[in-house]
């Protein structure tokens, strides 16, 4: 099993340019949940999807959008990049009645 | 709301040291509390997890024991190798809150040999 993955690793985006991130777990796992890193202040949560075909808000949703493609796949989308989003990315996955999130290797976006 | 306090970093210490790094929390009902480690370039990994109070989760060494009535979740480890070096979140979960965890800011802590 690859556990969660993450494309890409690495992006470079001008100010206003769009760009989707990629996640995907082979877990069979119910929720998965995108956070960004920035330091100091932790992981937050941008959005949640508790199961295939809902999404919701986390604690800093503006700018971003999320598609919940089905059980497996989970995307992040930025329609107009702007330098406060520079951050690292992590997806991650849990399973319904566990505890457990499990993390990607993250994305780094940098946005100049 | 929920939140996460952890001691500010970076910790430097020496190889076999003793290590303690604070974590305390706010939380509304009975959250579950855990330890995450981020080690450099990669994703964060489970340390270690306590459900209820008075548990200790305990992993790899690291120990952190569940304490309501000073709502900590302190980690520590008897003697600290290089191989430690990494950032250490602490996180609760909110079972009552979408199951989403809230972390604290995370403290680097580095090991010299």
């Known amino acids: 099993n690859a556990g969660v993955t993450q494309t890409p690793k690495f992006q470079v985006l001008k100010t206003g340019q769009s760009m989707t991130l990629q996640c995907a777990q082979d877990m069979n796992h119910n929720s998965m949940y995108w956070y960004r890193q920035d330091p100091g202040m932790g992981l937050r949560l941008i959005y949640y999807?508790?199961?295939?075909?809902?999404?919701d808000k986390g604690e800093v949703p503006n700018g971003y959008n999320v598609s919940r493609l089905n059980k497996r796949e989970f995307s992040l989308r930025l329609e107009s990049a702007a330098p406060s989003q520079t951050s690292v990315y992590f997806c991650a996955s849990r399973l319904s009645g566990g505890h457990e999130q499990y993390f990607g290797p993250g994305t780094r976006l940098t946005v100049t | 709301g929920n939140s996460v306090t952890q001691m500010e970093g970076p910790v430097t210490l020496s190889e076999e040291a003793f290590l303690t790094i604070n974590c305390t929390y706010t939380?509304?009902?009975?959250?579950?509390l855990f330890w995450y480690v981020q080690y450099p370039g990669e994703g964060l990994q489970l340390l270690l997890k306590?459900?209820?109070?008075?548990d200790k989760g305990s992993n790899k060494g690291f120990e952190a024991t569940y304490r309501k009535e000073t709502t900590s979740f302190h980690l520590e480890k008897g003697s600290v190798q290089v191989s430690d070096s990494a950032v250490y979140f602490c996180a609760l979960l909110d079972n009552n809150a979408g199951n989403m965890l809230t972390f604290g800011g995370g403290t680097r802590l580095m090991v010299k040999p």
């Open positions: 999807s508790a199961s295939e075909g809902t999404t």
């Open positions: 306590a459900t209820k109070a008075d």
């Open positions: 939380a509304t009902g009975y959250p579950s």
